[in-house]
């Protein structure tokens, strides 16, 4: 499916207004990785926005829908693709679980939780894809599980060519609503960056890595 360009120019207008992401080319974050970045996204900030919470919710619906139409049921990664998972298998009158970055070491030390079936076909949420490391272990995890994963959904990826082989050779297909170049296209026309702002950007973009100002 391609995600059309009002959904992305407008995911990208809601996650700046709210500051779900922020741009500093001149002043930037560091990562938990301890990568430097001039872009820092937190969509969980959306969840306090009811409008906004309500058009990413139908908009990730529609993306599963028309994307996965054999989708059995829809499967959070923890803990920031939870909300919105359980928000678009609400919407898709579908089961609910979630991924648990490791096994509980107590109880029934279950990782994928929910009443979920095996042999289901699932389709991933996530809030972000940075290098789709985590979203991947979630998925093998829930492909151990005996789980078909028939792809997954987010709401924003910074569109590393990483992701993307990391993804292909996973053999499994994920789509976003809104990517890294639709985003910083959309602060550059409403102002939040300049245009040699865009150029740090964009260099960012294509070597994270070794990118620093």
């Not at 974050?29 to 430097?36: D, E, H, N, V």
Request: net charge neutral; aromatic share 8%; with cysteine.
């Amino acid at each position: 499916m391609q995600i059309s360009d009002t959904v992305a120019t407008k995911i990208a207008e809601y996650l700046l207004e709210i500051k779900a992401i922020k741009l500093q080319p001149n002043e930037p974050f560091t990562w938990a990785s301890g990568l430097k970045s001039p872009i820092y996204s937190d969509n969980r900030l959306s969840l306090s926005h009811p409008a906004i919470r309500t058009f990413i919710k139908k908009s990730l619906a529609n993306l599963v829908s028309k994307s996965f139409p054999d989708t059995q049921a829809i499967i959070g990664v923890a803990t920031a693709g939870i909300a919105p998972g359980a928000l678009v298998a609400d919407v898709l009158n579908l089961p609910f679980g979630y991924v648990r970055s490791e096994a509980k070491k107590h109880g029934m030390g279950k990782q994928v939780e929910g009443d979920i079936n095996p042999d289901q076909a699932v389709v991933v949420i996530e809030d972000l894809v940075s290098t789709g490391k985590s979203s991947l272990q979630a998925i093998e995890v829930l492909r151990t599980f005996g789980s078909k994963v028939l792809g997954l959904g987010c709401i924003f990826t910074y569109g590393f060519e990483s992701a993307r082989n990391n993804f292909e050779i996973a053999g499994c297909p994920y789509l976003s609503l809104c990517t890294y170049d639709v985003l910083t296209e959309v602060a550059r026309q409403k102002g939040y960056v300049s245009a040699a702002d865009m150029e740090v950007l964009s260099a960012w973009k294509k070597s994270p890595e070794t990118w620093n100002i």
